[in-house]
Nanobody, 126 residues
C-alpha cells in the first residue's frame, strides 16, 4: 500500500511562485514514475508533469513548460513541483500520483494511475 501526501498549495498573486511537495510512504520501487495532475473547476483532470523514479527523465504539459520544474529526492521518496510565473489559469487542485507507466507523454495522458494523493488547492488571484 502506498500513501501520497501533498503540501504547499495556497493563494498566490499572478506572477508569483509556489512549491508543491509530495511525500510517499510505502514501497514505490515498482513504480516507474511520479508526478502531478491538476483539475480546475468544471474541467477534466490533466497531466502536468512527471519524473522517472529510475533516472532523471521528466515530461511537462505544454501549458506549463518553461514555468514549472519537477524534481525529486529519492532518499525522502518526495517529489517537488516548483511553479513560477503562475497565472489564474493554473488555479486547480493539484494531485500527486504514481504509476508503473514510464514518464513521458503517455503518463500525462493517463485516465487513472496506480495511486493518487488527496490533492492540494492552488489559487492564483489578485
Amino acid at each position: 500500500q502506498v500513501q501520497l501526501v501533498e503540501s504547499g498549495g495556497g493563494l498566490v498573486q499572478p506572477g508569483g511562485s509556489l512549491r508543491l511537495s509530495c511525500a510517499a510512504s510505502g514501497s514505490i520501487f515498482r513504480f516507474n514514475a511520479m508526478g502531478w495532475y491538476r483539475q480546475a473547476p468544471g474541467k477534466e483532470r490533466e497531466g502536468v508533469s512527471c519524473i522517472s523514479t529510475r533516472d532523471d527523465r521528466t515530461s511537462y504539459a505544454d501549458s506549463v513548460k518553461g514555468r514549472f520544474t519537477i524534481s525529486k529526492d529519492n532518499d525522502k521518496k518526495t517529489v517537488y513541483l516548483q511553479m513560477d510565473g503562475l497565472t489564474p489559469g493554473d488555479t486547480a487542485v493539484y494531485y500527486c500520483a504514481v504509476d508503473r507507466v514510464s514518464c513521458g507523454r503517455n503518463w500525462l495522458l493517463l485516465i487513472k494511475t496506480d495511486y493518487w494523493g488527496q490533492g492540494t488547492q492552488v489559487t492564483v488571484s489578485s
